[in-house]
């Protein structure tokens, strides 16, 4: 193919050559016509060039003759818009899909419309949304509990500082919120949930991590308390006390299922869970 285009080339300059002298000399056909004719021949000969440039080591897509096809990958080596509508670009790269755009104010324009994400599959990792409220989202891969939030008019990023610490959780009898159980002390490495949504709490079950205050209040014994998202106790722990001292420490950890975490004392003991925001 590379030889048929640097003979039709060859021709084309030929032609163009005579067109030239033509017109110099007043001969042949009109001035105005051997001028558009020079021009569709400088055309076509740009438009061999550009094939040959094209073609590389590697030839395209498109059958021989035929033009560069819309939606395929023609040239292994360019970037090729895959798609291309009214409201839409998709341009391909040799490394995956991406855009770039160069710009003013903006480079960019996402439209603010429809519901948050959460919930829905992704159809891949690295996906940005927008929703109605204007809240930023990417995804991390395919699943439903990929979405990410990255900003929002509400928040800075994932985390979200509720208007005032809400407890969600006190061992201790008698204590509110006294309808979330058991009001009992925790046994010696026995792993207790606490659901992070409860008392109204604000934080949603699809939260990835809380900001949590976490008290001892009245240990029998010396010891240390422990707080993570799920599963066995990972063998850490967030906060040490003596016996009956009552300690509190801030502390973030991630969320089991519906927004739950786990938590665990060496010793016998009472605690209250706090929880100041949340990530999502």
Avoid at 37 to 64: E, H, N, Q, R, S
Avoid at 184 to 196: F, G, H, K, N, Y
């Amino acid at each position: 193919m590379k030889d048929r285009i640097d003979a039709r080339i060859a021709a084309l300059e030929a032609e163009l050559n005579d067109l030239k002298a033509q017109v110099a000399t007043e001969e042949g056909p009109t001035k105005s016509d051997r001028r558009g004719m020079v021009k569709l021949l400088a055309a076509g000969a740009v438009g061999a060039v550009t094939g040959a440039a094209m073609l590389g080591a590697k030839p395209a897509a498109a059958a021989d003759g035929n033009p560069l096809l819309l939606g395929d990958t023609n040239e292994a080596t360019s970037p090729t818009i895959l798609n291309s509508i009214d409201d839409g670009l998709r341009i391909n790269s040799q490394l995956g899909f991406g855009i770039e755009v160069n710009g003013g104010q903006g480079n960019a324009l996402f439209d603010a419309i429809g519901e948050a994400p959460i919930g829905t599959n992704a159809l891949a990792p690295g996906i940005l949304f927008v929703d109605g409220v204007g809240d930023w989202w990417a995804s991390t891969d395919a699943t439903a509990t990929s979405w990410r939030k990255l900003a929002s008019n509400q928040s800075a990023g994932q985390l979200h500082i509720l208007p005032a610490p809400v407890r969600v959780y006190d061992s201790r009898p008698g204590e509110e919120p006294a309808q979330i159980g058991p009001k009992a002390q925790t046994s010696s490495l026995q792993a207790r949930t606490v659901d992070t949504t409860q008392n109204s709490s604000g934080v949603p079950a699809t939260a990835n991590a809380v900001l949590i205050s976490f008290t001892i209040a009245g240990p029998l014994g010396g010891g240390f308390g422990s707080v993570w998202p799920s599963g066995d106790w990972p063998g850490t722990s967030c906060i040490n006390f003596t016996p009956g001292q009552n300690i509190a420490v801030t502390t973030t950890s991630g969320c089991g299922p519906g927004a739950t975490i786990q938590v665990l004392s060496n010793t016998i003991t009472d605690f209250l869970i706090d929880v100041i925001g949340y990530y999502q």
